[in-house]
């Protein structure tokens, strides 16, 4: 057997805990508490392993990372173990000293969350008053020598502002912008309705984002991530399963993928009893749909399989029941008509008053 | 966007060339890696924001003195207009 290639990136979800209730959050509907975080030395011994692994970037993520007080010195010791860090943040909680204290400690790259360019709208979806604060540590964050990136995530109800939205990260000046569209997962799923984009919107949006990335060309990069439902093929999720990376829940559980807990009968090992190689190469989580020998046809004898590997397993569960189903967003899956059918609903109720919002708890 | 004689490339913020052994020759940038093959690791280190172009490319002609200097500068400002284009370096 071929050895199995390192994994390129560590999803550190360092905490659950957030100031943010954002009504398309990503995390899982049930969130770890506080009391079963790993504790920093954890941490630090997951970094050390992490660098053995051949692993080049880590990402520090959440909820909230910034919730931890022990933070700058996460980031120190995964500088010592030469990893490249990206804090994924929403920025609350960050000011100028301690975004000091931060980059001291060797930060690389922030990329900073905004939910609108109008601020009464961003702070219904965030469910709290964030847009000022991040629209002022947008301006630190550009004063600093790090990698910086604006993060907006769009749907439905923001689409119509996205020439504002590229505006106002044209003001913050990144290097990058990303356009994201809600994926449907955790949170999101239960709000799918309210935040599907329709048809239309979805081609409009496409239009803007290609002239804004030709007038920007040199001076911001515009990555624009399109909503998979309204793709001929899915994506590349993670870059295959457990094929480019991992990541670690709060509690220490090692996934292939932040939604992987909702496939049933996997079992995941947890970084407090296992070393992270072993996990990588020989857990039945990731072999579960790693490489090949899992599909179905039509993805078995399919030229794409190398490139879409399958699609995503979870929306694959999440629509068909069967997580190793071929991805229903592929038009060649047998359950294609599932897809179908939700991205023909939106339309029709864009006029009707709007429903109450779940609010991520 | 390809650099002229005069302007001075650096690495754009959050980008490094990786302290590990292991790593030699890779280039980390914001959520990514870039592998660096052959003389563009050598370019590259002497993007410091100092150097003019000019005085990069006198040094890289020096060092591969071998090599035709037409092509070396070619290859060069090739090689920055690319990354420029993917944020990678500025100037």
Redesign the interface.
Known sequence: MTATPAPLGLIAEITHRCPLHCVYCSNPIELAAQREELATEDWLRIFEQAQQLGILQLFLTGGEPLARKDLTELVRSAREHKLYVNLITSGIGLNAARLDELVTAGLDHIQLSFQDSDAAAADEIAGARAHALKLQIAQEINRRDLGFTVNIVVHRRNLARLPQMIAMAEELAPQKLEVAHVQYYGWAFRNREQLLPTCQQVDESIAIVESAQKRLAGRMRIEYVTPDYYGKYPKACMGGWGRKMMLIHPSGRVLPCHAAEVIPDLRFENVRERPLRWIWEESTAFLRFRGEAWMPEPCRSCDRRAQDFGGCRCQAFLLTGDAAATDPVCILAPKHAAIEKIVAAPAPQLATPEREWIYRL | ?TPAPEDRPRL?????I???D??TG?L??????IKLRGTALRILEQCDGARTLAEILQSLQLEFSASDPERIAHDTIQLLGQL????VVTW
């Open positions: 966007m754009a913020p959050g980008c490094r990786s302290e590990s292991q790593q890779t980390l940038v914001p959520e990514g890696a420029r284009d993917r944020n």
